[in-house]
């Protein structure tokens, strides 16, 4: 059992976490809410007069959200400079709905991130493999999630894959295998929510299994290394983390 104390590497939350517990809790819009240490009228008064596009605008909520850290701790940022201590890698999928920082409360310096369309990892992707050794031998991280999530539109798409081509058909192939191995099962099951559920599920089990079972993980944990390979489904609707009780570690 790990405690929520031990959870994240101690010294980032020396350095990084002070203070972030007292911050007034954000009730509107991620792009509308940096931080909160700014009152709502010293945020107002920075946003400049004017039409402006989203780029623009993103800009200035930067701006806005480094001034924001800064008035309570000047070191905020230069804290990051010496390195990474993550907690946790976090594999999930590239849906703008499903941002890993966001949903767990976390800040900069926490999650190691890795996402793609469907939250997948394959023997022959350089880039999920890339992620994953450099979180293994490098960072020592060790419990990385992959998290799948309701409502995803990659999981859909397996379930017809035949509606697409190029390098979208290729990534979510081993999906729409997944698929034709459970379809009765599935298909079972009610069209749309229910169905994408299931085989979501069934995706994050196949790939905690290809990873848990690389051949970086098993040297790591030969030598000694603690390397946990944990399946969540994070669910929209409720904004609640599902752990699928799958971790093979
Ligand atoms: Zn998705």
Redesign the pocket.
Same mark, same amino acid.
């Given at each position: 059992m790990v405690s929520i104390k031990s959870f994240f590497n101690i010294a980032a939350i020396a350095t990084v976490l002070s203070g972030v517990n007292a911050a007034p809790k954000c009730v509107k819009r991620v792009v509308d809410c940096p931080r909160h240490h700014l009152t709502p009228q010293e945020i107002e008064a920075m946003i400049p007069a004017g039409n402006h596009t989203l780029t623009e605008m993103v800009l200035e909520y930067n701006k806005i959200w480094s001034n924001d850290n800064l008035s309570f701790d000047p070191n905020y940022f230069k804290n990051f400079t010496g390195g990474q201590y993550p907690g946790l890698t976090w594999i999930g !999928?590239s849906?703008s709905r499903?941002p890993s920082d966001t949903l767990t409360e976390t800040v900069p310096g926490q999650i190691f991130t890795h996402r793609n369309?469907?939250n997948s990892v394959s023997e022959d992707d350089i880039n999920s493999l890339a992620v994953l050794q450099y979180t293994i031998d490098e960072l020592k991280v060790q419990d990385i999630v992959i998290s799948g999530?309701t409502y !995803?539109?990659?999981?859909n798409a397996a379930m017809n894959a035949t509606a697409f081509n190029g390098p979208i058909a290729k990534w979510i192939q081993p999906i729409a295998d997944l698929y034709e191995a459970n379809r009765a099962q599935i298909d079972a099951l009610s069209p749309g929510y229910e169905r994408n559920y299931a085989l979501g599920k069934l995706n994050v089990k196949r790939v905690v299994d290809i990873v848990g079972n690389l051949e970086m993980v098993k040297t790591a944990r030969e030598e000694g290394q603690i390397v946990r390979v944990h399946g969540w489904i994070y669910h929209m609707e409720t904004g609640l983390i599902e752990d699928l009780k799958v971790t093979n570690e």
């Open positions: !999928c849906d499903v369309i469907a999530h !995803c539109g990659g999981i």
